[in-house]
């Protein structure tokens, strides 16, 4: 649960699981000091957002290649990149638990943690942030959130309201994100076919026409089967023959590609976040970070 609280705060699944042992370490040493006059769970909350809030300070917001300029034609990639904490990363659903959800609830989580909404959220103040999640996320009331802040209510609800605006205006809407039904499993099963096959052609006709494709730490992003398919044929026809294996991150079904490994079977390349509307693919985010692999429990290296 922390987890999930601070991944949607630092927008770092690596920096979510610092904040974690620093709250669990903060916890230890000052529980002589906790009186009991608030619950336990909100007493880690405070520290894990002191905690989250020191982090955030002096630092640049993460964010997606398609928050950081228009999109880019296949053959002018330059291969130039951003440092590693310039970008939001993916977090394994199992990371996010909610283990006593309804299916309706499993689907505002599933929702709360999809990218573009994390990358929304990293474009509020910290303490926004903090509110914004504490209240439409975790449900909190206004005055629990008061009282963790050091706070008052009125300071809260204004919080909020300036926070919907910011996320309204980049036209972030809350809703739900739906379990991934029977027709979305075979084109799920299709992409996957066409991807290790490298029949780029069957693969791009699973695109939506506005479909999107990132690779972080690259700074450019590509939009549209024509582009895509330029890219899957050009620069990035190093993916040929590559294996994946299924996941599930940020709500979205997902893979770990594995390129082949000149020494033998296949070796980790990016981690996959797959997003699907209807009947077709609308984003293609490739995070080429491989210490992901070992986040996500996927396998060091696939035998020949």
Do not use: K
């Not at 000052?30 to 009991?36: I, N, S």
């Not at 605006?165 to 084109?187: F, I, K, N, Y």
């Amino acid at each position: 649960e922390l987890t999930g609280y601070c991944y949607r705060m630092l927008g770092s699944v690596f920096e979510a699981d610092d904040a974690v042992q620093e709250t669990m370490l903060r916890a230890w040493r000052g529980f002589e000091r906790f009186e009991g006059r608030s619950a336990l769970r909100s007493w880690l909350y405070r520290i894990a957002t002191n905690v989250c809030l020191d982090m955030l300070r002096g630092r640049q917001r993460r964010a997606l290649a398609m928050d950081l300029g228009p999109s880019s034609a296949a053959d002018r990639f330059t291969g130039a990149t951003r440092p590693g904490d310039a970008w939001v990363e993916p977090i394994p659903d199992a990371r996010v638990p909610s283990p006593d959800a309804d299916p309706a609830e499993l689907a505002e989580v599933r929702e709360s943690i999809r990218l573009a909404f994390i990358t929304a959220l990293q474009h509020l103040p910290p303490r926004q942030r903090a509110v914004l999640i504490l209240r439409e996320v975790l449900r909190w009331q206004a005055a629990e959130v008061a009282e963790l802040l050091d706070t008052t209510v009125a300071s809260v609800n204004s919080a909020l309201q300036r926070a919907r605006a910011t996320l309204a205006a980049r036209h972030v809407e809350g809703g739900s994100v739906d379990q991934v039904d029977p027709e979305q499993q075979a084109l799920l099963a299709r992409y996957v076919d066409a991807f290790e096959r490298y029949d780029i052609t069957s693969l791009v006709a699973l695109l939506h026409e506005d479909a999107v494709m990132s690779m972080p730490p690259y700074d450019f992003w590509l939009r549209g089967p024509t582009e895509m398919s330029r890219w899957f044929l050009g620069e990035g026809s190093g993916c040929r023959g590559s294996r994946l294996v299924a996941t599930a991150a940020n709500g979205c079904p997902a893979f770990g590609s594995y390129r082949p490994d000149p020494q033998g079977g296949h070796r980790p390349w990016a981690v996959q976040v797959i997003e699907l509307s209807g009947d077709r693919i609308v984003g293609h985010h490739n995070f080429l970070d491989t210490a992901l692999f070992a986040t996500f429990d996927l396998p060091a290296h696939l035998p020949a």
